[in-house]
């Protein structure tokens, strides 16, 4: 029998006057660049800088192209710039669409511990509310007085859209470690869209520049639209748009409440109807869900540099099983060709709990939506031993029915592997494959690259280059990164905003 509300032990996991919502906005509100570590801040630069990478490619490839042809269609023409495109729409529908770009590919970076794609939530959401900040807005005072919102100044600069960055890399995987982190994807749930809405809300919030009590209204707007379902990853094309629901949705929050709607107060402490407690539900948790987590080491453990960079276009659950076929391509060179490929009779792929559950799955489709294909384990290790790299182009409509790709599906086995359970150890991998001789050779990776040590920020420019450069010329590869590696000296950031309207090319046919 469940448990009712009078059956709920309060302690200091679950207290609903602990404060952490207010304490959060607080933090929020209060942040200065002295606050934030050098090499935080250099590191959100470079996180920014591959969230636009990201945003470059993937706004030209299909189903982004399907995205902005529907939300054309219906909304108003606005003020706010969409990566790659000459039009402009309002601040949701142009944050809407900046998210779908940027987690378009698979190749925006991750969190391993509370999954979620930061920069596709948090980026979207500023860029549109730089566009918005000085528009003069009417709202109400407590007592139902309207009154004015005095119009600040003309620019926006660069180092509060950075401030305001590091706030909401900050609050995201705070609220999913809260409730557990990857649990929630082991249920069913998209966590990324559910820990990135009151991500986006405190990064607009804080650029915006809201009172600690908006902000926690923002927060509590956002979190009461939190959702997203892991069924999107199967067929279609919506599963590159939940991120971007975050992202709207916090804006929308902040929005709201920059115009003096007011929202759920303590919407992380509540027991009943709040975020943490409703999205524990089912997990079966001793302890179901811990307040403390908001904010745990604030201002001294920064989430921001724990944030993963993807090497590899597909799911980050699955960059531990790529680098281990890459380990036995390396050591086993003969039997790894691409003419030997045909002696392979069997391949177990272990992998944790919330990885199996999301991409161990069996394909029963022949070809599978290239949003299946990248999170789809089987397809995954097939593209790595018959290509020998993860690629955006192994997810093309003309590469998906490959049958030396099919056979070796065919041939796999996915497992839980509980050695994987541990914490940061969620998207290693173990590989044991088999051939017709009988000989049997395996790989473990504990963690792939990028987690200890994280990838560098060289590292990151390189690929960011990489990416810019299949879509647009190289005078804005390099003028962008100028741009955003100097954020925290420019006075304005719309020459920024110039750059990333320009069109751009597509990569996927």
Known sequence: MKPTQSDVVFNETNDEESGVTAALCQWITSLSKEDIPTPVLERAKHLILDGIGCGLV???VPWSEKAVEAVLDYEPEGQCNVIGYDEKLGPLAAALLNGAFIQATELDDYHSVAPLHSASVVLPALLAASQVKNKK???HGKNGESHQVAESTP??????FLIAA??????GPRSGLAMHGADLLLRGWHSGPVFGCP????ASSRLLGLSADDAESAIGIACTQAGGLMAAQYEGMIKRVQHAFAARNGLFGSLLARNGYVGIKKVFERSYGGFLSMFSQGNSKEIPYDVREITMGLGEIWHTSRIRVKLHACVGGCHGQIEAIEKLQMSHPD????DALRHIVSIKVGLSGPIFAHDG???HIRPLSSTGAQMNAAYIGAVQLVSRQVLIAEFSNERLDRDEIWDLIDRTKCYHDSQFDKPNHGCGARVVISFDDGVTVEETVQMPRGFDPPITDEEIRT???KLAASVIDQERVDKIQELVLGMDQLEDISELLYELAKPTKQVLG
């Open 463 to 465: 690929k960011y280059r």
């Open 155 to 160: 620019t926006v600069a660069g180092i509060d």
């Open 361 to 363: 799955w069996e394909p």
């Open 335 to 338: 039997r790894f060709a691409s």
């Open 199 to 202: 991500a986006a809300a405190a």
């Open 166 to 171: 590091v706030v909401g890399f900050e609050t």
């Open 137 to 139: 807005v009417r709202g």
């Open 58 to 60: 993937g706004a030209h």
